[in-house]
């Protein structure tokens, strides 16, 4: 694709647009298990979470993961993405409000690699990312 | 305790159909509003050939193995309870379009022992789940690694 959207100079030390997201809801936690199919009490049912001895529902590791996966998405374009991975770092609470970055760790000849997170509002990072990116556009991707 | 001898092993297959619902549910619930995941002529505008896949629909195979994932974890051997999901990835190696139908399968690749920093046995089991589409294309690859911490 897409020669619609003007794609941003991945050179080494560039950083996209960050973006918030947030405070996060019960209402966002139901949602995405709606969507993914993962009805794991601990994402919704609050005294089935403070029994299990949480402070508070969190989110699926998967609902952070989607949303720096699109963010990524939304900025190179998706067709340019060949790669995209997660670490699990930390929990992400309801109120949460995320910060969604993304930063060229480095360029060779036909790709870019990224770095990505989604950071906590105290800091925390809670989802460690990576994606590897094509420089140019890729239609049969 | 997990057999070593699962590496290479099947654990399961899926095969699902790519929902025009389930691509607008999923970007609606990560907030992404781009119009390329409900909007055919704003796919097409943006040079896709249809409705693209969200970037992680493959989430949705849980809607469709039938099963849910603890059932898999307690067959590898392993102790839910005491199993976390640490690491996914995704390789992207050819278009997904609402509309296609793919077909999973899913095999253990790796199988790691290591000491973990708090005493105990940590063991690291690497999944990867191979996506076929209607035509015999492979078009993704998820890899997912379940860390079962010490007893």
Request: proline share 5%.
């Amino acid at each position: 694709m897409s020669t619609s959207q003007a794609l941003p100079e991945l050179a080494p030390g560039a950083e996209l647009p960050q973006r918030e997201l947030g405070p996060l809801t019960e209402g966002d936690f139901v949602r995405f298990a709606g969507a993914s199919g993962d009805f794991n009490p601990l994402h919704y049912d609050e005294s089935f979470v403070t029994d299990a001895g949480y402070p508070g529902l969190f989110a699926m590791g998967l609902f952070p993961c989607g949303a720096l996966a699109h963010y990524l998405a939304g900025h190179v374009g998706q067709t340019s993405v060949r790669e995209f991975g997660v670490r699990f770092t930390a929990l992400v609470y309801e109120g949460d409000t995320l910060t969604l970055s993304a930063r060229v760790a480095s360029v060779d000849e036909d790709e870019a690699s990224l770095e990505l997170a989604a950071t906590r509002q105290t800091g925390e990072m809670a989802i460690r990312g990576f994606a590897r990116v094509a420089l140019a556009s890729e239609p049969g991707r | 305790v997990i057999d070593p001898d699962v590496v290479g092993q099947v654990l399961d297959e899926v095969r699902m159909p790519v929902e025009r619902g389930k691509v607008l549910e999923l970007a609606r619930a990560v907030h992404d509003d781009n119009p390329i995941y409900r909007d055919p002529e704003a796919a097409r505008a943006a040079g896709f050939d249809g409705i693209p896949a969200s970037p992680i629909l493959s989430v949705v195979a849980m809607h469709w193995r039938g099963r849910d994932d603890d059932r898999m974890v307690e067959e590898l051997g392993l102790d839910v309870a005491r199993v976390l999901h640490g690491e996914a990835s995704w390789s992207y190696e050819g278009p997904i379009h609402v509309g296609d139908e793919l077909h999973g399968v899913r095999r253990v690749t790796d199988v790691t022992t290591k000491q973990g920093s708090l005493g105990g046995a940590m063991t690291i089991v690497t999944l990867e789940t191979e996506y076929t589409n209607q035509h015999g294309s492979v078009v993704l690859r998820q890899r997912d690694k379940l860390i079962e911490r010490g007893a």
